[in-house]
């Protein structure tokens, strides 16, 4: 299969030397393209701005803010049979970025803010035939909210990880997760580590791709046009 996966946080900037971003490190992403290509997938890693190494085999697509980092899924998306999103896109960004360092002198500042695209919701969209997962994020209501992303983006899997936890999701080693599938199913997992983790994801993309009659199709004509 050819793997789409996206990793890391993203940065949106204030001034040339200031920015808004998350703790994600970019190891459960980067966990997911090692899997994916010990097990014989063409990887695509589309990453954050990350401390890490690249794993390899995989080709590292490497981006900064969420603008670019939707512009590199859109070109590779049509490429890929499945994407994989662990990537934590900042969901703002500043609405006027100062091309000047910004002085203390001149006040505190007050920065206005505007949405970022969904990247995930835009490829689930668009996905003819291609396998969506995504992870969700969250500190209370895990597996609800997660559910209503699920749906909400129309993926095939989603990956509810509770990052109120100290040994969970951002920035440490291990993950507790769930996997939700739009069929229903639902497997708990134990606390493990992103590697152990990252097996068991890959490994139920197979299954999906395995299960599906039906294959990577054409991309409509809205969608092509958003890939350009
Ligand atoms: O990088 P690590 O330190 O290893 O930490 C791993 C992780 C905690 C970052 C990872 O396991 C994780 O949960 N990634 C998703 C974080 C996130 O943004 O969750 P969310 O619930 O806000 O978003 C839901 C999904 O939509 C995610 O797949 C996200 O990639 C995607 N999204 C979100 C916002 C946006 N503007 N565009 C998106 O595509």
């Known amino acids: 299969m050819r793997i789409l996966i996206t990793a890391g946080p993203t ?3 204030i001034d040339p030397v200031r920015y808004i971003s998350n703790r994600s490190s970019g190891r459960m992403g980067y966990a997911l393209a090692s899997a994916a290509a010990s097990r014989g997938h063409r990887v695509v890693l589309i990453s954050g701005p990350v401390a890490l190494a690249e794993p390899p085999g995989v080709r590292v697509v490497q981006v ?3 603008r670019e980092m939707q512009a590199a899924v859109r070109l ?5 049979d499945a994407l994989i999103m662990a990537a934590a896109v900042a969901d703002w960004r500043v609405r006027a970025v100062s ?3 910004l002085k203390k002198r001149s006040g505190t500042p007050v920065l206005r803010l505007v949405r970022n695209p969904d990247i995930l919701k835009g490829a689930g969209r668009c996905k003819a035939g291609r396998l969506v997962v995504g992870f969700a994020a969250e500190t209370s209501r895990v597996i609800a909210e997660a559910r209503r992303k699920l749906a909400d983006k129309r993926l095939d899997l989603m990956v509810a990880n509770d990052v109120s936890r100290a040994d969970s999701g951002f920035d440490v080693d291990t993950n507790q997760a769930t996997l939700l599938g739009i069929d229903g199913s639902i497997e708990r997992l134990p606390l493990m580590t992103k590697r152990a983790l990252a097996k068991r994801i890959v490994e139920r993309v197979e299954q999906l791709r395995q299960s599906r009659q039906s294959r990577r199709g054409a991309l409509t004509a809205r969608c092509r046009r958003q890939s350009r």
């Open 11 to 13: 940065r949106e900037p």
């Open 76 to 80: 590779w998306f049509d490429r890929s």
């Open 99 to 101: 091309r000047q360092k």
């Open 64 to 66: 900064t803010t969420a």
